[in-house]
T-cell receptor
């Protein structure tokens, strides 16, 4: 069974631009969660989607948004990029929402200049 | 919210050594996962362990939920064990809550 895939793997953007990251979960998994990892803040939860609905949201500004499609693939969007948005963005999939084990993709490393 | 404390923050060992990594959490949790983050950033699942003890090769983990801690044991360390180890319990809304990690360096 293929693992979680994320595209692109690396991205360089300029302040003020917007970016869209994509995540394809493990086949059969219906929940996708997104996390941001920075050297200063560590790993932080962004949001979780299940059955095309956002189920949980972390403490991030409205510039961070996401969505999930009917095939469970998910995208996250960051608008009006700031230097502080430079981070590793990790996507995790699980069978369902709740206490299921999460499996992570390789991440997208975003650099904002 | 739940606070997660991992210790030690850094650990440097020679190949072949054994180690114990600790994770304390401040409140009741629904379950807990241990991950190894390799130098390329990939988070690799080690254990899904809400309570009890599990073993997988040279690694084992124990969670004592009533006392709010979990331990990860690594025996006969290899250089490929280097990286950052995270424990991540789940809070009441089921999101993973992350500790700061233990950075492990295994020297040949």
């Amino acid at each position: 069974k293929a693992g979680v895939t994320q595209t692109p793997r690396y991205l360089i953007k300029t302040r003020g631009q917007q970016v869209t990251l994509s995540c394809s979960p493990i086949s059969g998994h219906r929940s996708v969660s997104w996390y941001q990892q920075t050297p200063g803040q560590g790993l932080q939860f962004l949001f979780e989607y299940f059955s095309e609905t956002q189920r949980n949201k972390g403490n991030f500004p409205g510039r961070f948004s996401g969505r999930q499609f009917s095939n469970s693939r998910s995208e996250m969007n960051v608008s009006t990029l700031e230097l502080g948005d430079s981070a590793l963005y990790l996507c995790a999939s699980s069978l369902g929402t709740g206490a299921h084990e999460q499996y992570f993709g390789p991440g997208t490393r975003l650099t904002v200049t | 919210g739940i606070q997660v404390e991992q210790s030690p923050p850094d650990l440097i060992l020679q190949e072949g050594a054994n180690s114990t990594l600790r994770c304390n959490f401040s409140d009741s949790v629904n379950n807990l996962q241990w991950f190894h983050q390799n130098p390329w950033g990939q988070l690799i699942n080690l254990f899904y362990i809400p309570s009890g003890t599990k073993q997988n090769g040279r690694l084992s983990a124990t969670t004592v939920a009533t006392e709010r801690y979990s331990l990860l044991y690594i025996s006969s360390s290899q250089t490929t064990d280097s990286g950052v180890y995270f424990c991540a319990p789940r809070g009441s809304n089921y999101q993973l809550i992350w500790g700061a990690g233990t950075k492990l360096i295994i020297k040949p």
